[in-house]
């Protein structure tokens, strides 16, 4: 719960209602297009969240605005009951704090090595002396494997290796909420059961709420307590992952299943590739 | 013709709007510099290193060739009135008040302008701005200010440097190939350019440091976060710094004759 005292704005801890963050009646949209037309959803607290959903149905816009980096242009965000499009810079920044997130290519700062990555948000927010900096870093990157890698650069890292880096510098303040755009994109499967266990495990010990953006719906079946499906800038489906699994809306099950046929077209809008191949289109 | 009309209202409305943000955006850039300046003083000296350091062989070369070519001109325009110990006055004046400034900052544009606005520009692409926003914590201080601090502090270093070069150019040939007299190149220099000349040339070194800086911060920072957005920021780069500099070195130019 966000209060004021004395003039500036403090978080409080107690009071606290199930939904840690509620969208009510989300509009967004890129130029014509409407990416979000209507949208409502609750995360609870202390739960694992999946937002799943094909390609372009707006799932990264979704964190996007749930951290405000993007504005609604219609409805409201709350969390712990504060329109967070209220708040001052100076307030977000204190909201951001309780975040962690972390991006689908990891956004590890170039200039700086893996130990300097992981160490960034305690050297900008706290006073913590060197000493116990190395100690958190170091433990941070003991339970993403890559305690041995903390000297390297991030151009020297793989793909995987800079996601594992990017959630724990993600969990280095130990955030609130964590949030995981596509965690699974491109790992090996070694490294994807790691992160898999990892988003359960650090959920489950840090008892923080944990909201991931996948379509990998294999993987995030086992980890999370409750998925939202998006569809057409509203939710076409939510429950537990057992639940969607077993739907009946053909929707989910195209999703779910991974089939080629059903509501969502595999294939983008086009003209007759009969008549295209033969050039009568631009007749 | 409607279309026509309302094509120009909307290019109008875009570029007050961006002028508008040009302005905002510089006015953040100072209004954090003071405090980076003792907060951050160890980045910043990165940062002169990086745009600075780094443009010192390209300053140098093309400082040496210009002076020596300046030289050049002028001797053979002065020999027609027998007036080559004028040399070296003519090639300083031209270095000191004009082409020093003006060149350094075109070079500064093309060299550690364009490693600003693409080095900005790679860190948007890649979410690095994001990710520092997610971490609350402001980019503009942190990664704006000190590159473009960075850069002002360069430049003034770099002019002279241009200008020292320059003039070494000039002595070569002037004094070495064309055997004017030593002591006449350097007493003309020094009876003639009178401490204003070198005060303009500073007041023009200053001003386009800021400029080079604010415009390279800025393209990087509004990059289309693709590759092909790094690449049209950075041309734009070094387009909009050259035509600016040349526009601000006539109206300082008028202002202090």
Not at chain 1, 66 to 72: G, W, Y
Request: hydrophobic fraction near 50%.
């Amino acid at each position: 719960m966000l209060n004021r005292d004395g003039g500036s704005w403090i978080w409080l801890v107690g009071d606290e209602s199930e939904n840690l963050i509620e969208i009510r009646d989300l509009k967004y949209s890129r130029g014509s297009r409407a990416i979000f037309d209507g949208l409502n959803l609750e995360i609870k607290r202390g739960e694992v969240t999946a937002i799943m959903g094909p390609s372009g149905t707006g799932k990264t816009t979704l964190l996007r605005l749930i951290t405000r980096q993007l504005i609604p242009q219609h409805g409201a965000i709350y969390i712990d009951g504060v329109d967070i499009a209220t708040l001052s810079q100076s307030e977000l920044y204190k909201l951001r704090q309780r975040f962690g997130m972390l991006f689908q290519n990891g956004a590890l700062l170039t200039d700086l090595s893996v130990f300097e990555n992981v160490a960034f948000p305690l050297r900008e927010h706290t006073n913590l002396s060197n000493r116990l900096i190395r100690h958190i870093v170091l433990t941070k990157l003991h339970a993403v494997g890559l305690r041995g890698a903390a000297a390297m650069m991030p151009a020297e890292l793989s793909g995987g290796m800079a996601r594992r880096v990017a959630l724990a510098r993600a969990m280095v303040m130990d955030p609130d909420i964590l949030l995981y755009d596509e965690p699974f994109v491109g790992l090996d499967p070694i490294s994807m059961g790691v992160i898999v266990r990892l988003v359960r495990q650090m959920n489950d010990a840090l008892g923080i709420t944990s909201i991931v953006v996948s379509h990998d719906v294999e993987e995030i079946s086992t980890v999370a307590d409750r998925s939202f499906l998006l569809s057409g800038g509203k939710v076409a489906a939510s429950g537990s992952p057992e639940e969607l699994r077993t739907a009946s809306s053909d929707l989910v099950r195209q999703f779910m299943h991974g089939m080629a046929d059903g509501p969502v077209a595999f294939h983008y809008q086009a003209p007759s590739y009969e008549e295209q191949l033969l050039g009568r289109d631009a007749e | 013709m409607k279309r026509l009309l309302r094509e120009i209202y909307g290019n109008a409305v875009e570029f007050v709007r961006t002028f508008g943000a040009f302005q905002l955006f510089f006015l953040r850039l100072l209004r954090y510099s003071p405090r980076m300046l003792f907060t951050r003083f160890g980045v910043i000296v990165r940062q002169v290193y990086n745009a600075g350091a780094m443009s010192l062989v390209i300053v140098m070369v093309c400082g040496l060739f210009v002076g020596a070519v300046l030289a050049l001109q002028a001797y053979s325009n002065m020999s027609r009135f027998n007036a080559e110990d004028w040399t070296g006055v003519a090639a300083a004046f031209a270095l000191v008040k004009e082409l020093g400034p003006v060149m350094t900052a075109i070079l500064f544009a093309g060299r550690a302008g364009t490693a600003l606005t693409s080095e900005i520009g790679l860190m948007k692409a890649t979410d690095q701005l994001s990710a520092m926003e997610m971490m609350a914590v402001n980019p503009v201080p942190r990664v704006l200010v000190p590159r473009f601090l960075g850069g002002v502090i360069s430049m003034p270093l770099l002019v002279a440097i241009f200008s020292a070069i320059g003039m070494f150019g000039a002595h070569i040939v002037g004094v070495e190939l064309f055997q004017v007299d030593v002591g006449s190149f350097w007493q003309q220099i020094q009876l003639h350019v009178e401490p204003s000349d070198v005060r303009e040339g500073i007041i023009k070194s200053v001003v386009f440091g800021f400029v080079a800086s604010l415009i390279a911060v800025w393209e990087g920072y509004n990059t289309v976060p693709t590759a092909e957005g790094v690449g049209r920021a950075t041309t734009r780069t070094v387009v909009i710094t050259a035509i600016t500099i040349l526009i601000f070195d006539f109206m300082i130019t008028a202002a202090l004759i």
